[in-house]
Structure formats: C-alpha cells, structure tokens
Nanobody, 120 residues
C-alpha cells in the first residue's frame, strides 16, 4: 500500500504564490507519472499538471506559465509551485501517482486533498 500526504495549501491574495508538496510512502517499485488535479465546488476534477518518470511535463492551458511541477523520484515527492494565483485557481488540489506497488501492477493513488483559497 502506498500513502500520499499533501501539504502547502492555504489562503493567498490574487497575484500571490503557494507551493504544494506531496510525499509518498510505502513500497513503490516503479513510477509512471506524478500529477496534480484540482476540483472547485460544482466542477469536475481537472488535471492541472503532470510529470512523467522521464521528466516530461504537461500543464493545463489555464496554468501554463504560472505553475511549475517538479518531482524527486528518489524521495517520491512531487511539488507544485503556483505563482500569479488567480481567484479561479481556488480549489481542492489532489496529488495523484501511478505506480507499481507490491501487487506488481500499475495502480493509481490519491492524496487527501489540500485547500487553496485565492482572494481578489
């Protein structure tokens, strides 16, 4: 079993910055990708950013140029640096990892979610 613990959410004024972190624990044999999703009230969960084990990154159009995803495979940590935050970025942010665990199969794991609030 793999556990993900998120940290770094909070409240910030528009234009400010926050850094989210997600640390994985447990037995991980291989990582496919690490990602951040978000879900605002009344909306579907959406992919914000992802990074593959090879280091390739992708971003939602709405956050390109403002958010940066990074990972440390050795520590199985994925971070999301969020700059120039806008009120529309407010949501609960979830980290997501696709890994091979002790089952020796690919499985998806999710963090518990961390709230990001952006005031105008």
């Amino acid at each position: 079993q793999v556990q993900l613990v998120e940290s770094g959410g909070g409240s910030v004024q528009a234009g400010g910055s926050l850094r989210l972190s997600c640390a994985a624990s447990g037995t991980i044999l291989s990582i496919n990708y690490m990602a951040w999703y978000r879900q605002a009230p009344g909306k579907q969960r959406e992919l914000v950013a992802a990074v593959t084990s090879g280091g390739s990154t992708s971003y939602a159009d709405s956050v390109k140029g403002r958010f940066t995803i990074s990972r440390d495979n050795a520590k199985t940590t994925v971070n999301l640096q969020m700059d120039s935050l806008k009120p529309e970025d407010a949501a609960v942010y979830y980290c997501n990892l696709r890994v091979v665990d002790l089952s020796r199969r690919w499985n998806d794991y999710w963090g518990q979610g961390t709230q990001v609030t952006v005031s105008s």
